[in-house]
C-alpha cells in the first residue's frame, strides 16, 4: 500500500476518486453517445470569454441574433454543452441569456441576491466546469445592487435585517466591510466592484476542482458588473 499523503486506504489517490466520480457524474448529465449539438462548446477559456463579451456587445447595439427557441429543443434533450458559466444577482432586470445574447444551453447559470459564491452554488459551478465544459465563470454584479446597498447600510448602522434576508448580509460582508469603512464617495458602486472582486477571488483558489482547473489553465474565473440604463457589462 502507498503511504504517500494522497492515497487512502484502499491505494485510490484523491485525484483518481474526483476523476471517477466526475465520470459517473458525466454519465449521468449526457445520453451515451450524445452531445448537444444546440450549444457549441468553446475551445478555450479566452475563446468562451470573447464569445460572452461579443454577444453582450450585440446586445447593447440591439443586434442580438433572431433565434427560434423551437428549432434544437430535441437535440437539447440529449445533452448540453454550455460553454460560460454565470453568478449573477437575482435581480429581475439582469438577465443573463439576454444580456449576452445567448440561447438555451449556451449558459450555466447560478442566481443569488448578491451575487456571491455559496456551497450550493459553488457546487453547480463545479459541475458546469469539471462535467459539463464551461470554459469561463463570469461572476456578474450589477449597478444599484439591493442586496449590496442593504449590506452597506448595515454595515454603516449596524442594523439587523429580518428573516434569512440578514444571512445575505452576513455573507457579503467580508467582502464589502473594508470600502465600507474606507469610506469617501460612491460607496454603493465601489461596494458592487469589491463584492464581485470578493467572490472571483474566492473562486479562482476554491479547491479542489475549480482552483486546479483555473491553474492548468483550463478555466478563467472573470468579474463584472451590468450597467442597468445602457446594458453594457463592465469588466473589473
Ligand atoms: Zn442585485
Not at 459551478?125 to 447600510?153: D, R
Not at 466591510?177 to 460607496?187: I, R
Not at 483558489?205 to 482552483?211: A, F, N, S, V, Y
Amino acid at each position: 500500500m502507498c503511504a504517500c499523503n494522497g492515497c487512502n486506504s484502499s491505494g485510490l489517490s484523491r485525484r483518481g476518486i474526483l476523476a471517477a466520480g466526475v465520470g459517473a457524474l458525466a454519465l449521468a448529465a449526457e445520453a451515451p453517445g450524445a452531445r448537444a449539438q444546440s450549444a457549441r462548446s468553446a475551445e478555450t477559456p479566452d475563446a468562451a470569454f470573447a464569445r460572452l463579451m461579443e454577444g453582450n456587445a450585440r446586445y447593447v447595439s440591439g443586434e442580438m441574433n433572431q433565434r427560434d427557441f423551437s428549432a434544437g429543443r430535441a437535440a437539447r434533450a440529449q445533452g448540453q454543452a454550455p460553454f460560460a458559466a454565470i453568478l449573477g444577482c437575482a435581480d429581475s432586470r439582469v438577465a443573463p441569456e439576454l444580456a449576452f445574447d445567448q440561447g438555451p444551453g449556451e449558459l450555466f447559470i447560478v442566481r443569488v441576491a448578491g451575487n456571491f459564491v455559496t456551497p450550493e452554488g459553488l457546487g453547480s459551478l463545479e459541475f458546469g466546469a469539471a462535467v459539463l465544459g464551461t470554459k469561463v465563470i463570469m461572476v456578474l454584479g450589477h449597478t444599484s445592487c439591493g442586496a449590496v446597498n442593504a449590506t452597506v447600510e448595515a454595515v454603516q448602522k449596524g442594523n439587523n435585517l429580518p428573516g434569512h434576508i440578514a444571512g445575505l448580509v452576513t455573507a457579503m460582508k467580508p467582502g464589502i466591510e473594508p470600502v465600507v469603512k474606507a469610506g469617501g464617495t460612491d460607496l454603493e458602486q465601489r461596494s458592487v466592484v469589491a463584492n464581485v472582486r470578493a467572490n472571483v477571488s474566492r473562486l479562482q483558489t476554491e479547491k479542489p476542482i475549480l482552483g486546479d482547473m483555473v491553474a492548468a489553465g483550463k478555466l478563467k474565473v472573470v468579474g463584472a458588473y451590468y450597467d442597468l440604463p445602457t446594458g453594457k457589462v463592465i469588466l473589473v
